[in-house]
């Protein structure tokens, strides 16, 4: 059977749009169907790293389980950025995948950015993927990126307050390490992110007087996306300088 799939709606659309809406909506026995008993015929073997790809962004483990466990994709596919499904599953914070790969995919596996699992779920803000990888997937506290940039500088730098606060408070991260391009913490959300540096200045230690290599300062940067408030706030409140 087709688990109830709407004949109608199968024959209106392209066959490979169908195979695809199976995966987004979740429906595993419509996606058993096409593939199964219509071998070929709504896709091609290329197709199916797409499909796992799609099954892991929307969170579908059963369809991740069965793709695998049929033998139709490898667990270990790269993309063109030499992401692992794990990377993905930890970008988009499907937390119970993560752990299902636990003992399939090395957490220390590297993008051709050197993002690692933990990585990428600091820069997305998946606190509760964050904090698994730290405690019990074994993940580095210490990874970078191609850039220099930790977890910590990922967080920051999206306004990731949450996995910010969690890794200053319970991994201790230092607040004033550094990526390649002298920026600290408190430098990458000080371009975007208004509560993450506020918290960094009155909570977390960090240091108002931070300048990057090129002698960027927190105030300039707040001062160049136009942020009056903050600019304010960083004079007030925490003793930037105007010179």
């Known amino acids: 059977t087709n688990g109830g799939a709407n004949p109608q709606r199968v024959q209106m659309e392209q066959p490979k749009e169908v195979v695809f809406f199976a995966v987004e909506s979740g429906e595993l026995e419509l996606l058993q169907a096409l593939i199964v008993h219509n071998p070929g015929h709504y896709i091609n073997a290329e197709d199916y790293p797409l499909i796992l790809l799609c099954a892991v962004q929307h969170g579908h483990l059963d369809m991740v389980k069965w793709l695998v466990g049929e033998g139709f994709v490898s667990i270990v596919h790269l993309d063109e950025r030499e992401c692992t499904i794990l990377h993905h599953a930890a970008m988009c914070g499907h937390l119970h995948i993560v752990q299902w790969l636990e003992n399939m995919i090395s957490v220390h596996e590297t993008t051709v950015d050197k993002y690692t699992a933990l990585l990428c779920a600091a820069r997305f803000g998946h606190l509760a993927v964050v904090q698994w990888l730290v405690l019990h997937g074994g993940s580095f506290l210490g990874d970078q990126d191609s850039k220099g940039c930790g977890a910590l500088h990922l967080a920051a730098s999206t306004g990731a307050l949450d996995v910010v606060q969690w890794l200053v408070r319970e991994t201790k991260a230092d607040v004033s390490s550094r990526s390649t391009n002298g920026f ?17 200045l009155t909570e977390g230690a960090a240091c108002i007087s931070d300048v990057g290599i090129n002698g960027t300062t927190v105030l300039q940067l707040a001062a160049s996306h136009m942020r009056l408030d903050d600019v304010q706030w960083l004079v007030r409140e925490a003793g930037a300088s105007m010179t």
Do not use: F, G, H, M
């Open 184 to 200: 600290s913490p408190l430098l990458y959300a000080a371009s975007l992110c208004t509560d993450t540096t506020r918290w960094l």
